[in-house]
């Protein structure tokens, strides 16, 4: 399936190992955590993170088994998508999140248990409603 800009030339392009380490992040799975979920030889375990860092290097492409590893052992990533940032023209690729890369097909739950919102200004309302309580508690 293609997914098309829903907010096409809005924002700068988000590229493949930005994509790879917003999703990551907004699993909230670590690299070393990320690194034991993908390979349970604890000898390995150094390798990997090695390796998982230079996945989110600017200018690195996952192969697509890759991909597929880390979407059933590591966080859900929208392989397509990746792709997608790897191949398409800046202004075919889809619309995501600025914060988090979440899209419209992978959208992220807010507090009240709602599908988040795309904003005009490149983040979701999750991000936005997470920003706030971050702003909110300074403040206190
Ligand atoms: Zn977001
Ligand atoms: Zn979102």
Redesign the pocket.
């Known amino acids: 399936m293609k997914h098309e800009p829903i907010l096409p030339g809005l924002k700068p392009a988000m590229m493949p190992w930005d994509f790879i380490r917003l999703r990551r992040e ?1 699993a909230g799975v670590s690299i070393p955590e990320l690194a034991r979920r993908l390979d349970d030889v604890p000898e390995h375990r150094a390798d990997v993170e090695r390796n998982l860092r230079i996945w989110e290097s600017p200018g690195v492409r996952l192969k697509l088994y890759l991909l597929e590893t880390v979407n059933r052992r590591g966080f859900p990533i929208d392989i397509e998508i990746y792709r997608q940032l790897c191949e398409d023209p800046v202004d075919h690729h889809p619309t995501l ?6 899209s419209v097909w992978t959208p ?1 739950t807010t507090r009240d248990g709602a599908e ?1 919102r795309h904003e005009e200004d490149g ?2 309302t ?3 409603e997470k920003a706030e309580r971050r702003t909110t508690r300074r403040a206190a």
Do not use: D, E, F
């Open positions: 907004a999140c600025t914060g988090c890369a979440c992220c988040c983040t979701c999750a991000c936005k």
